[in-house]
């Protein structure tokens, strides 16, 4: 498959030192499916950092990757507590990074919404009871973050 | 440049002090005293009259385009409220402040434009983005 990462220059190489921390699934590249957030992504990065809005394309050889057995890979299909708790521990400034050891995630993105409910659920206004119910039938597209060099052999430059 | 009409006060002062003029000397150019200058900087009792003398004392001209307002998404304005309260926190500002900083150095602006990318961040990274969006305009934290 596809997939894309959106930035204020080309992407020629990988590089770990670059990645940003307390994002959701931590410290790594990320990816998305959809073109058109690559896209956002880019032209965002450029208003804050300058550049040229460059959108790069990858190869995921997915089979491979999961046939690997050296490789873990975590999935979420959905919005779950399970998520939730991991993309928190993840945001967290206050917690010990890494958080997980996995070598792919792949997995819903946060929106606003998802942020309003995870600041309240910080903020002691709702319980996590409360928080995974918010979460239901909530349409949301998927982040791939690649967390290591083992991982990041299973994507192709295109 | 592209801006709100309500905001012409500010682009006269901008002007004036840019050419380092007193609000006294402009208001001798036009026969009106600094208080009426300090007035109509400020946004307030303007009518085309007076701002076109003002900006002819200035050498300068307006041009007006209508456009239609843009449609404002509601998620769009919970997400600017949370950020802004989050930015207040953050660099221990009121709330007023924190509108007022966001608004002068164009960090609203910033997440209006790029709201698709910046709602799919965590509330401290659209955060940390505006201070370093403010920053590199003008603005004095970091």
């Known amino acids: 498959m596809i997939l894309f990462h959106g930035s204020n220059s080309e992407i020629t190489s990988i590089d770990f030192a670059r990645c940003k921390p307390y994002k959701d699934f931590g410290c790594g590249f990320y990816l998305t499916e959809i073109e058109e957030q690559a896209r956002q992504m880019a032209r965002r990065t450029v208003s804050i950092y300058r550049g040229e809005p460059v959108v790069s394309r990858f190869e995921f050889d997915e089979i491979a990757a999961g046939n690997d057995p050296l490789l873990s890979i975590k999935r979420f299909d959905e919005p779950s507590e399970e998520w939730a708790l991991f993309v928190i521990a993840n945001r967290s400034r206050e917690q010990k990074h890494p958080v997980h050891q996995y070598d792919i995630v792949i997995g819903p993105v946060a929106d606003d919404t998802i942020a309003t409910l995870f600041r309240n659920f910080d903020d002691g206004i709702i319980d996590l009871p409360m928080l995974v119910n918010g979460l239901k039938y909530k349409k949301v597209s998927s982040q791939y973050l690649f967390h290591t060099q083992q991982a990041v052999a299973y994507l192709k430059k295109l | ?142």
């Open chain 2, 1 to 142: 440049m592209n801006i709100d009409i309500n905001k012409i006060g500010t682009l006269i002062r901008e002007e004036r002090v840019r050419r380092r003029i007193t609000q006294e000397e402009l208001g001798t150019k036009i026969g009106v005293g600094k208080a009426q200058i300090s007035k109509i900087e400020s946004g307030k009792g303007l009518t085309i009259k007076t701002v076109t003398k003002v900006l002819g004392a200035l050498n300068l001209s307006v041009t007006i385009s209508l456009t239609a307002p843009q449609k404002i998404d509601k998620r769009l304005i919970g997400y600017v409220v949370a950020v802004i309260s989050e930015f207040a926190k953050a660099y221990n500002m009121t709330i007023r402040e924190a509108s007022n900083y966001l608004n002068r150095y164009r960090g609203i602006e910033f997440l209006t434009e790029h709201y698709e990318a910046e709602h799919l961040l965590s509330i401290d990274d659209s955060v940390q983005d505006l201070a370093q969006v403010c920053y590199n305009n003008g603005g004095g934290v970091l």
